[in-house]
């Protein structure tokens, strides 16, 4: 993810159905009417609903492209149940129906859908944390239920999401493997990666026969080797694709983990920006 748009997250388009589904109930699937006074709004809010002010200049994917996508702002207009949140609060999180007047952009969320961003920082670099750090939040504690002192393997740790993992398993005391090109060793041992293993080598079997949780961001080739090198008792997660269990071993387990953005593992994260143990993974 670059530094200068806001950006959807690699896997989050092909779950924006089940996404969708889950939102319909509480956001008005109508988009907001450009043509009306103030600040763009047709009807009131709906209980829960938040409208985001996103600041100048900033860029929001088109309609057509992805109707969620991560965003960072203020909140412009809250209705009456507005969950803690107030006119000012700058948040982070999942957003819709984008809506541009001289120059302000606009955005449609709920309180369920975002969390307060306290630390400084800038409201791009915000927005490309906001399912790619929950969603490896998910992966590691939600799924993989990680103890301090127990291992896991990343791959890859160059994708967003893997280089996120990296960041959270060290903040948990939890032992992590980098799995990516050799070349990139001392910026995963940076991010938290307690050992790096080359994927181009059969140290990526290695890696995931010892681990507890093997997160997979890739899919495909890499992750059927990485299922059939698993132990018993390893778990292999995937946010790239459904993993194929003909090629697990006895006793190992694998299974896909959607992108599902909620206010509370956006909370915990934007605890760890508050004292700088999660930052976005800046592009070499």
């Known amino acids: ?49 938040l409208l985001l002010r996103l600041q100048p200049g900033m860029r929001v994917p088109s309609p057509s492209s992805s109707p969620l996508f991560d965003v ?6 809250t209705a009456l149940d507005a969950g803690g949140f107030a006119v000012g609060d700058r948040v982070f999180g999942v957003a819709r129906d984008p809506h541009w007047r001289d120059d302000v952009g606009y955005v449609l969320t709920t309180v369920g859908h975002v969390a307060k961003l306290r630390r400084t920082l800038a409201p791009v670099q915000a927005a490309t944390l906001a399912s790619s750090a929950t969603t490896a939040w998910r992966m590691l504690f939600r799924r993989g239920r ?25 903040a948990h005391d939890v032992q992590a493997i980098a799995v990516s090109p050799s070349d990139g060793n001392h910026r995963w041992r940076a991010l938290g990666a307690h050992r790096v293993a080359d994927i181009r080598t059969d140290a990526l079997e290695s890696a995931c026969r010892v681990a507890a949780v093997v997160v997979d961001t890739v899919g495909g080739f890499i992750q059927r080797r990485a299922l059939s090198a698993m132990q ?34 956006l909370a915990r994260i934007a605890d760890l920006i508050d004292v700088g143990r999660l930052v976005p993974a800046l592009d070499d």
Do not use: K, W, Y
């Open 146 to 170: 990680l103890e301090p002192g127990e291992i896991v393997t990343v791959i890859a740790a160059r994708s967003p999401v893997g280089a996120l993992a990296l960041q959270l398993a060290r």
């Open 232 to 265: 018993e008792g390893g778990v292999l997660l995937s946010c790239a694709s459904r993993p194929d269990m003909s090629r697990a071993p006895p006793g190992a387990s694998a299974e896909f983990v959607e992108t599902r953005v909620t206010s509370r593992d």
């Open 1 to 49: 993810m670059t530094s200068t748009v806001i950006a959807t997250h690699d896997r989050f388009p092909s779950n924006t159905a089940a996404v969708l589904s889950r939102l319909r109930a509480t956001l008005d699937s109508s988009t907001i009417d450009r043509s009306t006074a103030g600040i763009g709004r047709a009807t009131p809010l709906r209980a829960g609903e």
């Open 72 to 77: 960072a702002g203020v909140v412009a207009e």
